[in-house]
């Protein structure tokens, strides 16, 4: 027999995956769609209320009536400002809708046209937000009664800009899987503002009320912690994601999907809670 000719088959030890290993990604991915499906229908019904409050009520002309909802709504005079503050009204409500539809599968792969023009749809709406956020912050003091307030929704943000300039940097490059990351990080930064409502309401249902800061002057520890949190906190547990995602290990795939079914039960309770106290009201 020619000795050259002879092969010898050697098996392939992990292809023999056990049970437990071969769910741990199916289980991961599934715990992020169930986030995902939770944050994005509560994004819509915020979204569904701005439209609805603040479009109702300025077109009949009761543009006071936003002042029972924010602590520095429409002021008589003040051109510059309420411009600023509809601007941001507007494009927080095109970053939810054009959010939402970036981040679902199916639209990426069917519509890739369509994904391209509405990435840069959010990009734009994204940073005219974040900066008439800014504004606000500063010249009409709207995130919270203390300088902490101020500072963690400016560097809010910054983020913002930063992730919008790198989400745009690595599509143009082509790098897409760098960019996807960029660009989830740039939706979770861009729903701070949706995260602390929710997040609050979360708070106070289960403590049976405000704990740890004055509701009349909205400033205590647990708002300023909550202040960085509403970003910082998605953020942190987005990186586990991506490290879990890329990680051989079973057990690291498992540990951040329970811990994303958690975080996403307890996010379900605070847009519940969010709704019927905070937005039912005003529909």
């Known amino acids: 027999m020619n000795a050259s000719a002879t092969v010898v088959t050697v098996p392939d030890l992990n292809t023999h995956e056990s049970p437990w290993q071969r769910g741990a990604t199916p289980a991961l991915r599934a715990a992020a769609a169930f986030w995902l499906g939770v944050a994005v229908l509560g994004q819509l019904l915020f979204a569904f209320y701005v439209v609805d409050f603040y479009g109702r009520t300025a077109m009949r002309g009761h543009w006071q009536e936003w002042n029972t909802v924010l602590a520095a709504g429409y002021i008589r005079g003040d051109t510059l400002g309420n411009t600023a503050l509809v601007a941001h009204l507007l494009c927080a409500v095109a970053v939810m809708l054009s959010g939402a539809a970036q981040l679902v599968p199916l639209v990426r792969r069917r519509w890739p046209r369509f994904h391209r023009w509405n990435g840069r749809f959010f990009l734009i709406s994204a940073m005219i937000a974040s900066l008439g956020g800014v504004y606000m912050i500063w010249a009409r003091h709207v995130a919270g009664g203390d300088l902490i307030g101020r500072l963690s929704g400016s560097l809010n943000a910054l983020l913002i800009l930063g992730f919008a300039g790198l989400a745009l940097k690595h599509a143009r490059g082509r790098r897409f899987d760098v960019h996807r990351r960029w660009a989830l990080r740039l939706f979770l930064a861009v729903s701070g503002v949706w995260f602390f ?67 996403t039960l307890m996010m379900g309770v605070g847009i519940a809670a969010a709704f019927a106290f905070l937005w039912l009201p005003h529909l």
Not at 198 to 214: E, K, Q, S
Not at 233 to 257: D, G, I, N, T
């Open 197 to 263: 409502r929710v997040g609050l309401m979360f708070w106070i249902a289960v403590n049976h009320g405000p704990v740890g800061f004055d509701p009349k002057t909205f400033t205590g520890p647990f708002l300023s912690f909550l202040g960085f949190a509403e970003y910082l906190l998605p953020l942190s547990v987005l990186q586990l994601y991506f490290v879990a995602e890329k990680s051989r290990k079973a057990s690291a795939k498992f540990a951040m999907a329970g811990g994303l079914v958690t975080l």
